[in-house]
């Protein structure tokens, strides 16, 4: 399956649209400082799409960036206590209205103002493949408060200047130099870079719980992160509503992008770097995670065809 992009190179702005959805425990905070962030970027027409599932809408219509459109839906297919991110996130890629599409969370910055004009003109270097999992700086939960507070005290320009970015992997705030501990491990085929925070990786020792990892730690990529057509995102089905809660999903995603059309990570360069703001993971739970790794490889074993077709059918449905 091949779906090769028809960008001329112009002077003209490219366009592209970023979608993000956010549902559950996510709060408004976190997604205000993410749009007021959009006003840094250049070299684009960009498009903002949010979407939220949720019993009522959180945010206003002055909560919004001009380039920003919001959209409410609410609670659908939940899974016992679990939400459904794949209908959230479908919608939130229907709604976009740009050939390019970039697949976001609720908890990401783009540091670099020329991110999206940058990863364009690499994604069209690729002839039709995806690119995804973006380079992943973390700003830790004991550090939020401060930088939403000189964010909102003068501009979220100068809060992301003042972050102390020193260390590898973690952003810090002035009064709150929190340490951060790398692990590598060989798993699924690669090796993987997990990224504690000390408090946490304490935590996590003390409870010496195999399958809490998601919990305690995060990859040094962002994994949700996907940069494809919209197009390609349609023709394999978008997200699959059989995954709830935490995990997965976005893998499952990619899996199919990449064995239809190939792909390319993001380079591990300052450039294409994201900021994610940590926050509490409450909803997360092993046994629902653990579900969604099931999930995730009995589709992987029926095959790529097979999953796609189960999924275009709901999709269109």
Not at 257 to 284: A, C, I, M, R, T
């Amino acid at each position: 399956m091949t779906d090769k992009m028809s960008i001329n190179k112009t002077n003209h702005r490219e366009s592209i649209s970023l979608a993000i959805p956010f549902y559950g425990e996510f709060k408004k905070d976190r997604i205000k400082l993410i749009l007021d962030s959009m006003n840094l970027q250049k070299g684009v027409s960009l498009e903002v799409v949010v979407v939220e599932q949720s019993e009522n809408p959180s945010l206003k219509k002055e909560d919004l960036p001009s380039i920003a459109n919001y959209f409410h839906i609410p609670i659908s297919n939940k899974k016992g206590d679990f939400f459904c991110p794949g209908i959230v996130r479908n919608v939130a890629v229907s709604k976009c209205k740009n050939k390019i599409v970039y697949s976001s969370d609720g908890d990401i910055i783009f540091q670099n103002p020329y991110f999206f004009k940058e990863s364009i003109e690499l994604l069209r270097k690729l002839k039709g493949s995806i690119l995804l999992r973006p380079p992943v700086r973390r700003l830790p939960i004991e550090c939020f408060s401060e930088f939403k507070e000189k964010a909102e005290y003068k501009s979220i320009k100068s809060a992301l200047e003042r972050l102390d970015k020193s260390k590898p992997y973690i952003a810090t705030t002035d009064s709150n130099k929190v340490t951060m501990k790398i692990f590598k491990k060989f798993e699924s085929g690669r090796i993987k870079t997990f990224l504690y925070t000390e408090k946490d990786y304490e935590n996590y020792k003390k409870k010496s719980v195999k399958g809490y990892e998601p919990f305690y730690s995060t990859l040094e990529i962002h994994a949700g992160g996907t940069l494809m057509l919209k197009n390609q995102f349609e023709k394999v089905g978008g997200f699959c509503l059989r995954f709830a809660g935490w995990g997965c999903q976005d893998a499952d995603l990619q899996w199919k992008l990449k064995e239809s059309f190939g792909f390319l990570q993001f380079p591990n360069e300052n450039k294409f770097e994201v900021l994610h703001l940590d926050h509490p993971k409450s909803y997360f739970s092993k046994d629902r995670w653990m579900k969604n790794r099931e999930i995730q490889q009995s589709r992987r074993g029926a095959g790529i065809e097979s999953s796609i077709s189960e999924d275009l059918v709901k999709y269109n449905g």
